[in-house]
């Protein structure tokens, strides 16, 4: 009668103890693929663009003047556009590796590539000279 009294009590214990006994989880059998796997979207906007282009060349004219523009407040911008008789548009960017002088145009070779993480309160393009192909004193 004794044994079973201890058998029931244990039981009861059993019942009571809000704690599940921990299950055990075997480890994911190992990969014999060096490869990484590709990486992933990080946000639903990136997931739906896919992966950021590469690097593409143009060509730029650039103004002998720059403009009066506002980015993080009151500057001067670059005028630019992509042809010869094409209009004149004000680049926010800087061209790296590009030192403008005041009073003279210029056509350059440019690599443009996108950042796929640009600042908060800069441009998503990046801009970098590759060759000046013409340097002209107006």
Avoid: N
């Avoid at 061209?95 to 443009?112: H, N, P, S």
């Amino acid at each position: 009668m004794r044994s079973m009294l201890m058998a029931l009590m244990g039981l009861a214990a059993l019942a009571c103890d809000p704690k599940p006994p921990e299950a055990t989880v075997p480890d994911p059998p190992a990969s014999s693929d060096p490869t990484p796997p590709p990486p992933t979207a990080s946000t639903p906007a990136e997931a739906e663009a896919g992966p950021a282009p590469s690097a593409m060349e143009k060509t730029l004219f650039v103004k002998e003047t720059q403009a009066d523009c506002e980015g993080e407040g009151p500057r001067k911008c670059l005028q630019v556009r992509d042809s010869a008789d094409g209009e004149w548009t004000l680049l926010y960017s800087r061209i790296k590796g590009f030192d403008y002088q005041e009073g003279f145009a210029y056509e350059l070779r440019v690599r443009v590539s996108s950042d796929a993480h640009p600042p908060a309160d800069g441009s998503s393009v990046r801009y970098e000279l590759v060759k000046i192909v013409s340097q002209e004193k107006k």
